[in-house]
């Protein structure tokens, strides 16, 4: 439309036509330079904060139960439009627990942009150093308890009994027993000492084994107060009493001999009591149907349930040597059908052991300044003694 009436304007008056000519192209060389002389460029925008991580702690060693406190460096934050602020979550300081935490560190400005960054904070398990609360044991028993080794009775012929090894009884000339190499007392001793370094100087479990002998001869109970009223081996007073008697009460199969068994372990137990020693009371192991000195064999289920009800009588722990020889003991006595053989010993140690780290273990988290080598192991002892 403007066109079309700029034309007639154009044709009806050439001094007009000449000067809105001129009019319009000043108007359009003007607007041409206006649009050609804006050259502002648009301003670039500030960027976002950035943040970077502090290097992640060296694993720290737990001090307590629920984990340690850790501390770690502080992030560092640049960029953004101030004023920035960082944090970490969790904050350095915070008990972090057992395992591996990740910790998240955000940076943001004053236009609520954001940056983050994460590392881990490790803690390890604490070390824990067990100790046992009665480090003095007396294993009081008959020839079970000392280590006879149930091999039949061995010939050595005249003018030949010198010749017997370390460890050995004489019962009547030409005829040998033998110790194992290891009875359970000593086996134990070793287990105990090499659980508890840091205590192993202090712990002794004294072979006071007596071949032959049973509860219901009144020189048992005897020698129990010798043993039980007098000192250890390191020259203190036993704290403990590991109880395991009766098998020679049922040796010749006579079951009226049980209750004079249970009344004198009982006299026993009584005394410990006494003297505030700990008590531990065993079952005897099963015989094998058969062995030349299993004659009592049918008897030691009966007596073993009455030392059970005694145990639980007297309140006193007891440690199940028949239930723990498992269905399988056969490959834990020896030839005579009645003794342990060496592989036996060593699993009623085992039997000790567990029961005695059950009750008597504790825990801690300090670990000890010095370690201790385990000793070695004493040697088995001789002395004579009676049948069986």
């Known amino acids: 439309?403007?066109?079309?009436?700029?034309?007639?304007?154009?044709n009806s008056s050439p001094l007009l036509s000449h000067r809105l000519f001129l009019a319009v192209s000043v108007l359009v060389s003007l607007g041409v330079a206006v649009g050609c002389g804006d050259s502002t460029s648009p301003v670039a925008p500030t960027p976002g904060p950035k943040i970077l991580c502090p290097a992640p702690p060296q694993p720290t060693?737990?001090?307590?139960?629920?984990?340690?406190?850790?501390?770690?460096?502080?992030?560092?934050?640049?960029?953004?439009?101030a004023p920035l602020s960082v944090s970490c979550t969790p904050v350095s300081g915070s008990t972090f627990p057992v395992g591996s935490t990740k910790v998240t560190c955000t940076a943001s400005d004053a236009k609520q942009r954001t940056d983050a960054c994460s590392f881990n904070v490790t803690v390890q398990p604490p070390t824990v150093i067990p100790t046992i609360q009665l480090t003095r044991f007396a294993a009081f028993g008959d020839s079970i308890t000392w280590g006879e080794d149930g091999d039949p009775i061995n010939l050595c012929g005249s003018n030949n009994n010198s010749t017997a090894p370390s460890g050995s009884l004489f019962i009547s000339p030409g005829q040998l027993w033998q110790q194992v190499p290891q009875p359970y007392p000593s086996a134990l001793q070793t287990s105990l000492r090499t659980r508890y370094l840091n205590q192993s100087s202090q712990i002794v479990v004294d072979d006071q084994g007596q071949p032959g002998e049973a509860p219901s001869d009144p020189s048992t109970l005897a020698r129990f107060q010798s043993v039980v009223g007098g000192l250890s081996s390191l020259g203190l007073p036993y704290q403990a009493v590991l109880l395991a008697e009766g098998t020679n009460d049922i040796f010749y199969g006579d079951p009226t001999k049980i209750p004079g068994a249970i009344a004198g372990l009982t006299s026993m137990l009584?005394?410990?009591?006494?003297?505030g020693v700990r008590a531990y009371l065993a079952t005897v192991p099963p015989m094998v149907p058969g062995g030349a000195r299993a004659c009592g064999n049918h008897l030691v289920v009966p007596l073993n349930d009455q030392i059970r009800l005694l145990a639980a009588q007297s309140s006193v722990t007891l440690v199940d040597i028949y239930a723990g020889l498992g269905t399988s003991y056969q490959q834990?006595?020896?030839?005579?059908?009645?003794?342990?053989?060496q592989a036996g010993y060593v699993m009623v140690a085992n039997l000790y052991f567990n029961?005695?780290?059950?009750?008597?273990?504790?825990?801690?988290?300090?670990?000890?300044?010095?370690?201790?080598?385990?000793?070695?192991p004493a040697s088995p002892r001789s002395s004579a003694r009676p049948l069986p």
Request: no cysteine; charged share 5%; net charge positive.
């Open 61 to 81: 060693v737990a001090s307590q139960p629920q984990g340690a406190s850790v501390a770690f460096g502080a992030p560092s934050a640049s960029g953004g439009i």
């Open 355 to 376: 029961v005695l780290t059950t009750t008597l273990e504790s825990t801690s988290l300090v670990a000890p300044t010095t370690s201790l080598a385990a000793p070695t």
């Open 332 to 341: 834990y006595i020896g030839p005579d059908g009645l003794h342990l053989n």
């Open 270 to 275: 009584s005394y410990a009591r006494s003297r």
């Open 1 to 10: 439309m403007l066109f079309r009436s700029y034309g007639m304007l154009l």
